[in-house]
């Protein structure tokens, strides 16, 4: 019995063994992680001397935070509320546009199996390993051809921005879309056209609810890229622009010769702070859509 007992605690001890090593491994990659958040955090409530002069440590009064917040909101040169206002309005259409458009194209290419259907899938998958400083000059040049062809604007409005999202996030959407739809059996739709659903009734009532968790995933992953997002905006918008958005009124206080480096850190984390939320609550959906093609 003893020399079981033995046995038994030797095959356990690499198996605990292993998880401690898991564990320290992964409080080391949560404080590499959290480490540049925990450095914007201390530096917004410190004043420009004491971030150059001792960016570690904890600020000396924390209402400095306080103030930098209160300053923010009334300088005339950010107006974050109007570039907080912009950014949920582009983001939000954005989002909305990306995934219901992508849904479409990924059940469409699915289920209709034909060359055609394979080239165009293949020619969205290429828009995923095109790198977008490639395409940057061409869509300046584009937008403004736009412009010159029909005489509407796409330089600084909403639409514009939104359409190059749209076109730049479409690619990844359709790949994972795609990969989802081919685990959903047939059969579930054609009970669904004998029963009298239009092609249209089909999607929007038998597939999009399946669709959800991926669904669910995309707008967050899409989400954080496009609220974050400097060089899209930057391009079709500007700095000055009347639609710019919170990481363009961020750059705004980032002058040639002076930075405002705490109220730059002030506003980073003001504009990080709802995108931070929304993965907290938004994370089971997105393990869950990462994984549930694959086990379906």
């Known amino acids: 019995m003893n020399t079981f007992m033995e046995k038994l605690r030797a095959l356990k001890k690499p198996r605990n063994l292993a998880i401690i090593l898991l564990e320290v491994l992964s409080i080391l990659l949560l404080g590499f992680f959290f480490f540049p958040f925990y450095l914007v955090i201390i530096n917004s409530a410190k004043p420009l001397e004491e971030i150059v002069l001792r960016p ?41 546009a990306i995934g219901l458009l992508s849904a479409m194209a990924a059940w469409v290419l699915v289920r209709t199996k034909t060359k055609y259907s394979t080239a165009i899938f293949l020619f969205f998958l290429v828009g995923m390993v095109i790198p977008f400083q490639v395409v940057m000059l061409p869509l300046v040049r584009l937008l403004q051809l736009l412009y010159d062809t029909t005489g509407i604007p796409f330089k600084d409005t909403y639409h ?20 989802f739809i081919k685990s959903i059996p047939l059969d579930i739709e054609e009970a669904a056209i004998i029963d009298g659903c239009s092609k249209s009734q089909v999607f929007f009532r038998i597939v999009l609810p399946i669709l959800k968790p991926i669904f669910v995933t995309l707008l967050v992953l899409n989400g954080m890229w496009i609220w974050n997002d400097y060089l899209l905006p930057v391009l079709i918008i500007g700095i000055g622009g009347d639609t710019k958005t919170l990481p363009l009124s961020v750059a705004s206080l980032a002058g040639f010769y ?31 859509g990462m994984t549930s093609g694959a086990i379906k």
């Open 56 to 96: 570690m440590n904890l600020p000396t009064d924390w209402l400095n935070l306080y103030h930098n917040f209160l300053e923010i909101l009334g300088r005339p040169n950010i107006n974050y509320f109007r570039a907080f206002f912009n950014s949920v309005v582009i983001t939000t259409v954005s989002l909305i």
């Open 160 to 179: 514009g921005v939104i359409l190059a999202y749209i076109g730049f996030g479409a690619p990844l959407s359709i790949f994972m879309f795609h990969g």
């Open 258 to 288: 002076d930075k405002e480096w705490g109220l730059i850190l002030t506003s980073v984390l003001m504009a990080a702070l709802p995108v931070f939320i929304l993965f907290l609550f938004a994370q089971k959906f997105i393990i869950k």
